[in-house]
């Protein structure tokens, strides 16, 4: 293990002193010989009881459609540590944020033809709607968007796509929806409608090309079908932000073989705890991103021997 910088004042004058103990294990403690404080490594997971698998485990059980009420139910059986529900729930949009930081500097190679839809999610016990786009041939979810209230207008397609367009840094050749004409006025603003043709599918009927889309709207009903709804508009955003992470860079797509996030040319190599992989990837880019560069220093967080140029130039 290579000796890190003071996590107060960043210098490189540090030594061991030990070990630091808690309920579930023990951390190497460092003294700065500058400042004199003693400290921790911050791996993400810095001033929290449980360990990092207890915590990974519990969000990926989360990801995969337990509800918060279940995940603890099942550590009060099968496990030595039990954490309550609302520990679940504070661990889900901890990490959804964190990791959330991390991934949107990194930009996926989709194709040239994207999906759009909507479905119905309340919030706060009134209407809202969920709209997300996905590409076509990596299935790589590219945004999502809550809107409350029951209409669904052009204002709304067009931040979604708006979104997708950013994510994606181009624009699709060919859009494919349902027939709501907000999709095309949206898609119309934000592409333009010279440049993207517009596909619509009316799969009631049985006419017009697949839409791909509507089995990827079946994936996050299975996710929110244990939320009754989402207590306000930012709630659930993280909560969805949180499920668009699992999507692309944990679950192994049935159809693909791999993530989507391996399909469209962003390989991480997370290792089998992909949430501990992934979490861990995210306090290291933090660190090398957002720190002042008279403060960094890049040998302690090495990247497997890469540059920053494999994360999608984010260095």
Sequence with gaps: MKTPTCRFCRSANVVRVGWRYNRNGRKRRFLCKTCGRRFTVDDGFLGMWYAKQTVTKAIDLYQEGLSTRKVAAYFSRHERFQPVWTSVWRWIHKFARLVRRFVTKLTPRVSDHWHADEMFTPIGGRPGWNWEVMDSETRFWLASQLTEGRERTAEHAEAVLRLARERAGKKPLRLTTDELPAHEAGGRWVFGWRYCEHWMVDWRRGRGPRNLMERKIQTTRMRLKTIRCFKNLEAGQSCLDGAQIHYNFIK????????????????????RNSWLGLITMSVKIFFLIYLPKKKQNLSVFPLNGTSGQKFGGIL
């Design 252 to 271: 192994r797509h049935m159809t693909l073989g791999k993530t989507p996030a391996e399909a469209a040319g962003i390989n991480l190599k997370l290792g």
